[in-house]
């Protein structure tokens, strides 16, 4: 990724917008068929580098989930004037992959269990 990150800033004639992006985090502690489980902390947050023209940083926040990313850049580079969507997060089954769980506000909660057990340290 350094690489090809390199080479664009090396190359670009304008400006880049450059978003590297993971869909999650470690699964270390994640159990497929069980949300009780799973330590939502650790699965929940994921990788998100911008390089942006300097007209977008400040429009970046640290809760922002990926449903804003693209729209945060958009209104701020091109101004696309979208309106900015909840940053909720989501959690389903292996074995029920579309029944979807809100687990926003649930993520260090889900650590408690996994804590007490002594599987994982105490934050």
């Given at each position: 990724m350094q690489e090809i990150v390199d080479a664009i800033l090396e190359q670009a004639e304008t400006p880049p917008v450059i978003l590297i992006q993971g869909d999650h985090g470690p699964g270390s502690l994640l159990n497929f068929g069980d949300i009780n489980g799973t330590c939502l902390r650790e699965r929940v947050p994921i990788l998100s580098a911008y390089y942006l023209p300097s007209?977008?940083?400040?429009?970046?926040?640290?809760?922002?989930?990926?449903?804003?990313?693209?729209?945060?850049?958009?209104?701020?580079?091109?101004?696309?004037?979208?309106?900015?969507?909840?940053?909720?997060?989501?959690?389903?089954?292996?074995?029920?992959?579309?029944?979807?769980?809100?687990?926003?506000?649930?993520?260090?909660?889900?650590?408690?269990s996994l804590e007490s057990a002594g599987a994982i340290p105490s934050r």
């Open positions: 007209s977008g940083i400040e429009q970046l926040y640290a809760s922002i989930s990926p449903v804003n990313s693209f729209r945060v850049v958009f209104n701020s580079v091109f101004g696309a004037g979208l309106q900015l969507l909840p940053d909720r997060s989501y959690y389903s089954t292996w074995s029920n992959p579309y029944t979807f769980a809100d687990v926003t506000n649930d993520t260090d909660q889900s650590c408690e």
